[in-house]
């Protein structure tokens, strides 16, 4: 079995969020990267992916970008999406998954694990492409609602980040 190490140094792990509500021209649709996180994967003498692990530091998301805004992000709305991200909706608390299962069919990988977002523990499955260049791709749906996190709101509700984000991983396995 051997264990490769996975972090900024070989890929991106971003979250993005959607906008709705009647206000929704007014805010953007954010990329959200992370830019404190490594992953170890296990694979088998087969090759075939093992088990997953991540970790990620929540108070090192940082807007990537904003788009389609009635108007571009100032620095101060990226510091404001920040403080908020860091003190209401993950205050401060880290970001981990380790899987359970790992199945493979018809080339796409399965994994199904615990993922803790927030201090709340739920179950999450997402599926990963493994390229043939050792890139690594999947994106994994998260409800906030069910993590007990609340989805932001402003403008009186008018303006809300829908419930459901997505964390999306691409990064390359190092060549042995």
């Keep these: 079995m051997a264990t490769h190490q996975l972090g900024p140094d070989s890929g991106t792990l ?22 404190r996180w490594d ?10 992916l093992q088990s997953v ?6 108070e ?5 970008e904003g788009n389609r805004g009635l108007k571009p992000l100032s620095d101060k709305d990226r510091r404001d999406i920040r403080d908020s991200i860091d003190g ?6 880290p970001i981990t998954f380790k899987s359970s ?14 993922l803790t977002l927030a201090d709340a523990t739920r179950n ?8 043939d260049d050792g890139r690594i791709r999947g994106t994994l749906p998260v409800t906030q609602s069910e993590w007990g996190i609340k989805p932001y ?7 809300k980040v829908q419930d459901t984000v997505e964390i999306v991983v691409d990064a390359r396995l190092p060549t042995t």
């Design 14 to 35: 971003e979250v993005k969020t959607y906008r709705e509500g009647v206000a929704q021209k007014i805010g953007h649709d954010l990329v959200i990267e992370v830019e």
């Design 39 to 48: 992953a170890q994967l296990e694979v088998g003498p087969d090759d075939e």
């Design 53 to 58: 692990r991540l970790s990620a530091d929540s």
């Design 60 to 64: 090192s998301l940082r807007v990537r």
């Design 88 to 93: 209401k909706v993950l205050q401060r608390k």
């Design 101 to 114: 299962s790992v199945s493979i069919a018809s080339g796409v990988v399965t994994v199904e694990g615990e």
């Design 124 to 131: 999450a499955t997402f599926e990963l492409e493994r390229g």
């Design 153 to 159: 709101r402003g403008l009186m509700g008018a303006l």
